[in-house]
């Protein structure tokens, strides 16, 4: 089983031109898409977040229900659910602006045990940086790590979030002996100021570079550096892209049974390529759609 830590928010996507163009609710959030997008391509997953017990909320559990997601991990509150409100620019890349004062997800508390059969725990985006949850995510990424159990981050930097850079980018090397997997895209990596060889010898075995369509790239601590073009498509917006990438490398990892440090390290310019071609097979088809929809294993191709 592969549990996805993190956020679950809705996403206000405009329907138009101009700041008081129609919003449309989406369901939303880096670790909740990479949930889904894992059930979609038929991992066995368990969810474990906060979620409000509001309209949202309940939308929310039923997307991850319907996708076959365990959500037996997750947490209910009363709060209300966290809002973020979409802009998409004219070539589909997408910010965003947060309502999240007092919403459930910031208020997780580290649970006592994961799901029986937990091969990887995937963690990332406003969860590790909205407190108290914050701590609890990370708490948990620890113990996870000390347990030899394998770990994914996705930084997914929201700055508009981050209070003290300089703090958050301390707390972020702090986290590297405790990950497996770094995925993070370019934009990411030049707002946190690190490389990626740098990055390896902290911690993880490997690090993922996303470059939108033009692709992306993995570093290895063996010194090998393995790339793949975009797929080419019409891009409608690239909310969910990245998280789908990291479901797709989850996913993939898994049916190589490589959900191990040692095991990815023996990977390969072969399986990277083959790897890193399926995400980004993965990727396009959430572009070529509006909002968070990525697809299901019909139709893409391990």
């Known amino acids: 089983m592969i549990v996805v830590a993190g956020e679950a928010l809705i996403d206000l996507v405009p329907q138009g031109a101009g700041a008081l163009a129609a919003l449309r609710p989406a369901l939303g959030g880096g670790p909740y898409n990479t949930a889904v997008a894992l059930g979609r391509l038929g991992s066995t997953t368990a969810f474990c977040s906060r979620v409000s017990y509001d309209a949202f909320g309940e939308a929310l559990l039923d997307r991850l229900r319907e996708t076959g997601v365990d959500v037996s991990p997750v947490q209910r509150g009363p709060e ?26 910031r208020l997780f508390t580290k649970p006592g045990a994961l799901p029986d059969g937990t091969r990887a725990v995937s963690f990332g985006t406003c969860s590790l940086v909205l407190e108290p949850g914050a701590s609890a995510y990370e708490e948990l990424m620890r113990e996870t790590a000390e347990r030899g159990v394998f770990t994914a981050l996705d930084p997914n930097i929201r700055a508009g979030l981050i209070p003290d850079p300089e703090a958050y ?18 934009e990411d990596a030049e707002w946190l100021g690190g490389t990626p060889r740098e990055w390896l010898a902290a911690g993880p075995a490997a690090v993922v570079v996303t470059r939108g369509g033009a692709g992306l790239t993995v570093f290895t601590r063996d010194g090998g550096e393995h790339a793949v073009p975009g797929e ?14 990291n479901a797709a490398l989850l996913h993939g990892l898994a049916a190589r049974d490589a959900l191990d440090g040692d095991a990815v390290a023996t990977l390969g310019a072969d399986g990277w390529t083959e790897l890193l071609g399926f995400a980004a097979r993965a990727a396009a088809v959430t572009c070529s759609r509006a909002g968070a929809e990525p697809p299901y294993a019909h139709e893409v191709a391990l």
């Open 80 to 105: 209300p659910t966290t809002l973020a409100v979409a802009s998409v620019d004219t070539d589909g890349s997408a910010a965003y602006s947060f309502y999240v004062q007092g919403s459930a997800d």
């Open 232 to 245: 080419r498509v019409e891009v409608v917006d690239t909310i969910g892209a990245g998280d789908t990438v």
């Open 169 to 186: 980018r301390a707390r972020f090397r702090s986290w590297l002996p405790w990950v497996s997997l770094l995925k993070l895209s370019a």
